[in-house]
């Protein structure tokens, strides 16, 4: 794993706080050279005066001097850990902050179908491993590497000072050790991904079974995705108490290692004593940096597990932000232009799953002409391109060859932001946010008016059921609009259309959740809706286009039929032959 590329993604982000991150790493430096090295230096000054002997005045005015510089060593030092302590905390919820908002950016740029195709639950435990990942990776540099690593440094350097021989050997000892616990962090590393792999999946599959948990009860079938999770939850289980198991094999060797200096050290401290090279405060001091140097090199191999634990979690967002954006909006967009709805589509070919090597081709030099104004009902069995159509016109995917213009526009010219403000899109199966009913409503067009949210709602009829809710145009609608009925999220999305006041159209089967007497009443909102603006409706259903100007049937990406309701039924084609499968339309049509 290149942990290069994961901080060229949180690096910005302390970038932008350099300055106090600078005082909170140069507050814990002061600190830590009062607490590791000022101090111990004094408890050896004390520990000698003490085992000199003796009880003059001199002596007794040098160890009370010394034990009072002591006291302001502790004050000061701890006063430096406090501010440190409240200045990081400041600076490190904005980065959060920060990382979070940047994640959020750069996984919604991605097209619509990669969205499609990812588990909506792993994606999100991913975002926020990645979050809490920065705030480890961070803790974890500043405490165990920069305050740990000072420690360690100051240690030596007083040690060697006071006796060269100590300070070698705790120098070798401290190579030796760090050296071999990389190794483990290595290794280890390659378990971490294995682990943040299945924990992801498990997520995933957890979400998914929640989110359709309707059909879970409908089909009775408990069992079976309890079976599912459960072989999720086994690899899980299975790739975690491996990881597990190899850091208490890294805990072993540390212990053994940690036992067998602590050993050896204090040996050479009492030999070096006993033949008079040291005084009773250095053996003193070197048991303040043997415990010291136990404790932090501990930690280095604790919190390394840790980091690497985080990396590779983080590696699972980072994965995403390198994988490249299907659908870019262009370096220089052109001004938009869209005003009246004219659709040409010049000889394009599209073909689906061309990232992954393997394309399915939807259409191959395929042409169309929609005029400004007109109403165009789009029919044709599954597959045959009619909703493609309608994908390629909202830039959900872009075309390989030929371009699409509408008043004259490249659609790849401007910005996707900028194309759909200009296409109203009402969808089969319509998703609401867990919000009020007015703003899912108003969702389209945020600076509505109370009024034009009202007038847009009674022309959806939509206005009949939200009154009879006690909150009214404040109730919220629970998450994905679970608590309205089907018919009653399609009228919210039909009222968002309306207010959007676009010069394009697209309803793909949008009365499809309808009872017939709504639909009659719907259908009269939709011929006032669509005066003026280019429509293009997806229709299973063919009673409800009848009244098109024109209806184009699709078969295998091509335009096979293309007329009025009247001609084609006449014609006795395609379109005459679905037709007679829905036993002449719905709602007694003939």
Request: glycine share 6%; hydrophobic share 45%.
């Amino acid at each position: 794993m290149d942990i290069r590329i994961i901080f060229k993604y949180y690096l910005p982000h302390l970038k932008k706080y350099k300055k106090i991150t600078s005082f909170v790493f140069a507050s814990y430096s002061l600190a830590v050279v009062g607490s590791g090295m000022v101090a111990p230096i004094l408890y050896k000054r004390i520990m000698d005066i003490v085992s000199g002997g003796g009880n003059s005045a001199e002596v007794s005015t040098a160890l009370i001097n010394t034990v009072l510089v002591l006291g302001g060593v502790l004050i000061l030092y701890n006063l430096f850990y406090r501010i440190a302590d409240y200045t990081m905390t400041h600076s490190q919820s904005h980065m959060l902050k920060d990382v979070a908002d940047d994640a959020f950016a750069r996984v919604e740029r991605h097209s619509y179908e990669f969205f499609s195709n990812t588990f909506t639950g792993t994606l999100v435990a991913k975002v926020r491993r990645y979050i809490n990942a920065f705030e480890t990776i961070y803790d974890q540099f500043v405490f165990a590497v920069w305050m740990n690593g000072l420690s360690l440094l100051f240690g030596l350097a007083v040690l060697a000072y006071f006796s060269w021989p100590l300070g070698t050997v705790l120098l070798v000892w401290l190579v030796l050790y760090i050296g071999i616990t990389a190794l483990f962090v290595k290794k280890k590393m390659k378990k971490d991904l294995l682990t943040a792999e299945a924990n992801s999946m498990t997520t995933g599959v957890l979400s998914d079974t929640i989110t359709n948990i309707l059909n879970v009860k409908m089909f009775a079938s408990h069992t079976r995705e309890l079976s599912y999770f459960t072989e999720a939850t086994d690899l899980e289980e299975k790739r975690r108490r491996d990881a597990w198991y190899f850091q208490n094999t890294q805990f072993l060797f540390q212990g053994y290692f940690i036992a067998l200096f602590e050993f050896a050290g204090m040996f050479a401290a009492v030999h070096l004593w006993l033949n008079g090279l040291i005084s009773a405060g250095t053996i003193i001091l070197m048991q303040i940096y043997i415990f010291t140097s136990f404790d932090v090199v501990w930690n280095i191999g604790r919190n390394s597990a840790k980091v690497m634990r985080a990396l590779a979690e983080a590696k699972e967002m980072v994965d995403i932000f390198e994988k490249p954006v299907a659908v870019k909006d262009p370096q220089n967009p052109e001004k938009c232009k869209i005003s009246e709805g004219e659709i040409k589509i010049k000889n394009i070919s599209f073909l689906y799953g061309e990232d992954e090597g393997e394309g399915t081709a939807v259409f191959k030099k395929f042409s169309l002409h929609i005029a400004s104004g007109e109403k165009v009902g789009l029919v044709g069995p599954s597959g045959a391109g009619k909703s493609t159509v309608t994908k390629l016109l909202l830039r959900f995917a872009d075309v390989q060859e030929g371009k699409i213009l509408i008043d004259g526009q490249d659609i790849s010219r401007i910005t996707q932001s900028d194309l759909r403000s200009k296409i109203a899109y009402v969808p089969q199966d319509p998703i609401l946010f867990h919000r009020t009913l007015r703003e899912n409503i108003s969702y389209s067009n945020p600076q509505a008016t109370e009024k034009e949210i009202i007038s847009a709602a009674k022309r959806s009829h939509s206005h009949e059921f939200i009154k009879s809710f006690s909150k009214g145009y404040d109730t919220y609608v629970g998450e994905r609009g679970v608590k309205l009925s089907g018919g009653e999220r399609q009228r919210v999305a039909i009222a968002r259309a309306m207010l959007k006041g676009a010069p394009v159209l697209i309803l793909d089967e949008a009365t499809s959740s309808l009872d017939s007497i709504s639909e009659h009443h719907i259908q009269e909102a939709f011929d006032e809706l669509m005066k003026g603006r280019t429509t293009l409706v997806i229709a299973h259903r063919l009673s409800t286009i009848q009244k098109m100007d024109r209806i184009i049937v699709f078969d295998k990406g091509a335009v096979v039929e293309d007329g009025t309701h009247k001609k084609l039924i006449a014609k006795k084609g395609l379109y005459y032959r679905l037709w007679k499968q829905q036993s002449h339309g719905f709602m007694g049509e003939q």
